[in-house]
Nanobody, 119 residues
């Protein structure tokens, strides 16, 4: 079965850094687009970043561009989100997402990891 397991969340002070990881299994990771979304309390889930299957193209929401970096290791079936210069408004549950294309398309989600930015 498909599994996306996030890790790396926690409590960090403003200006600090965290690195999220998402370990994937049960689908063809190397041909899937991978992404990160987040959901703050009382708000809808929003797009944060996405990376194509080869890792050559990345996309970010405006508010995180220049502070966050998405990357992937296809040999380890893992996608990362390096978050620097964190702000209180980055506080949210961060979810890993996979978009599988081809004959068996799929849209998969992890269970999320909490990121809290506070003094």
């Amino acid at each position: 079965q498909v599994q996306l397991v996030e890790s790396g969340g926690g409590l960090v002070q403003p200006g600090g850094s965290l690195r999220l990881s998402c370990a994937a299994s049960g689908f063809t990771f190397s041909s899937s687009y991978m992404g990160w979304y987040r959901q703050a309390p009382g708000k809808e889930r929003e797009f944060v970043a996405r990376i194509d299957s080869s890792g050559s193209r990345t996309y970010y929401r405006d508010s995180v561009r220049g502070r966050f970096t998405i990357s992937r290791d296809n040999a380890k079936n893992t996608v990362y989100l390096q978050m620097n210069s964190l702000k209180p408004e980055d506080t949210a549950i961060y979810f890993c997402n996979a978009l599988q294309f081809g004959t068996i398309p799929g849209n998969y989600w992890g269970q999320g990891t909490q990121v809290t930015v506070s003094k």
